[in-house]
């Protein structure tokens, strides 16, 4: 069995950069699959691109060579008739030659047996003959493939038709199997895994605006203490400890917005007028529940501390610093996710440390309360730090070739005055 992650071009512009992350990717896989995976070496993981068309050769010529039934298994909306396009070994059947095929007979109507073409592959049996086969094993096989789920295999075709590409989720209703290399292996695609998601609660017109479609360059949030952010009228974040900013980077294909707790509140339950834009069918304020307290456990002080930890400019160790950074992705189902970062002085946490009388538990890390329908939908893993790779990378100030512009602010005002007093005036 293989792991294959679909549409990696949503997670960095670059591949150099997704390759850089597969050691992230693959400590995520453990954590979703439990303390049973700790010790599985998982190097069956692969992570690809069907737009940009990265890895899918890696792919369609390790499929080539195992040969066999190959599943593809998945849940709706993640590429897999997209990626059965691109790793599919077409154009590679290799040629039957005319005296390995079957020499059948049949009877003419004098009675005569006669030799058909070496191109036939029908023979007329005898009542004995037909007794026989029915009594084999192999026809025995046959009958439990006539009850089984899947559809019968297909004729083999050198570029056979493929399976219709859409985003809306449904699209592969039944099994598709594809055949190739006369024989050597066939692939199937399986109808995505439907559940219950988010897209029940939302408006016909805009469920197509919840599929990301291309990368996201998000904005960058701050949310302020007495304040929320509110996810297309669906979901809610609100900060736990309410005198601590918090900066929110959501990489989905719609916008948020930031505003007071209560107003936030009012908006999620769909009371009054409002100029916020919302997803959210009517009705659905009163399915919001809470889907749990959430905290910022991992620290990305190195990551994000910039020029402050670079050799290249103050170059101070990450331990002398007065303050730890820490982050976390919460994740929206078939959308996307939002990175969370907040930044605590260590004095806090000590502090906070001596009240707890020494114990280190999770009290000390930042935490969000998140607010959604029925309290599902929403996940949570180790952050990404998508935003520090998937926009251009800084120039180092030593590496700077030009001189900044100077500012002109106020210098028409200056040569203004500087004209008065010489005239006079």
Known sequence: MSFIITRSDLLAPRKEQVDSLMPYLVEVLRDALGNTARDIRLGNVRCVSSKRGWWTKEVKEAIWDRGGAGWMVGKVNVGKSNLLECIFPKGR???VESHSLLHATKPDFSGNAIESSPTS????NTPEQDSLVAASPQNENNAMLEISLLPPAPPEERFPIMPIVSSIPGTTASPIRLLFG???GELIDLPGLARDSLDEHVLDEHKQDMVMRHRVTPD???IKPGQSLLVGGLLRITPTNPDQPL????????KCHVTSTEKAISLQN???PSGVPTLAKPGVGDLVRS??????RW???????GPLTRTSAVGLKVQTLPFVVFSADILIEGCGWIELVVQVRKRAIESHANDSEGTHGSAHFPGIEVFSPNGEHVGFRRPMNAWLSGGPKPVAVANRTARPRRSMKGVKKNLKKLARAATGL
């Open 93 to 95: 059947n290799q040629e």
């Open 121 to 124: 592959l029908i023979a007329i």
């Open 182 to 184: 006369s024989g050597k």
């Open 220 to 222: 960058k949030l701050t």
């Open 247 to 254: 900066l929110a980077y959501p990489f989905l294909p719609f």
């Open 270 to 272: 769909g009371e009054g």
């Open 291 to 296: 889907a749990g307290v959430f905290k910022l």
């Open 299 to 305: 620290d990305v002080t190195k990551q994000r501390a």
